[in-house]
């Protein structure tokens, strides 16, 4: 159980062009989703909280205008670099919150998403 | 500012042995502290998670302890065996489920 499938598992685009990633928790309801980005040997840095129904909460210094995210359903959640740029290169994973009744909170990770913007 | 260290430096050790890595933070007081796995190219994998409250937890090869006072976690793998290789993020967090990784520390592990 607690499966996330993330997709596309790697993309290539333009300079200027717009990517979208879809996150998805395939066996359970996930009100909350989070988005990070990792660098390589880096670690993962939290771009944005994504809730289900309402505006996601971005971490300071990423741009809500450059990375679109929607929540509309319990099951999915996108983001969309619009306007990529070669710096925007990275690999992009998704998660999906599950809480426990003790009050735990654990993510479940999707497998990520390679973005090479040229 | 919250900080979490890990060691960076990659763990080399031999099959058999006890592999130990270390998680530190400071300006934090987390309500719980997680392990994930991360292999190359994918997405991490959640292997344990600790209380602030509890000082250890086992789960089959792996062990960790939890020292709020030291403001250390130490991750245990006993008994390593190759497939043990990957990188090892530690993560911490409030009541809110927002979590904040380490680098992570890459494990390798040699026949």
């Known amino acids: 159980g607690a499966v996330v499938s993330q997709h596309p598992s790697w993309v290539i685009c333009k300079s200027g062009t717009s990517v979208k990633i879809e996150c998805r928790s395939l066996d359970f309801q996930a009100t909350t989703m989070f988005w990070y980005r990792q660098f390589p040997k880096q670690s993962l840095m939290l771009m944005a909280t994504s809730n289900e129904g309402s505006k996601a909460t971005y971490e300071q210094g990423v741009e809500k205008d450059k990375f679109l995210i929607n929540h509309a359903s319990l099951t999915l959640s996108t983001l969309t670099v619009t306007s990529a740029h070669p710096e925007d290169s990275s690999f992009y994973i998704c998660?999906?919150?599950?809480?426990?009744?003790?009050?735990?909170?654990?993510?479940?990770f999707g497998a990520g998403s390679r973005l090479t913007v040229l | 500012s919250q900080k979490i260290e890990q060691n960076s430096e990659a763990l080399n050790i031999q099959e058999g042995k006890t592999a130990t890595l270390t998680c530190n933070y400071t300006n934090y007081s987390p309500a719980y502290l997680q392990w994930y796995r991360q292999d190359p190219g994918r997405g991490p994998v959640f292997l344990l998670l600790?209380?602030?409250?509890?000082k250890e937890k086992r789960k089959e090869r792996l062990k960790v302890t939890f020292d709020t006072t030291l403001k250390q976690s130490l991750f245990h793998i006993t008994a390593s065996q190759p497939a043990d290789s990957a990188t090892y993020l530690c993560a911490l967090s409030g009541n809110t489920g927002k979590l904040i990784f380490g680098q992570g520390t890459t494990l390798q592990v040699k026949p």
């Open positions: 998660s999906a919150r599950r809480t426990f009744s003790s009050g735990a909170n654990v993510l479940t």
């Open positions: 600790i209380r602030e409250n509890e």
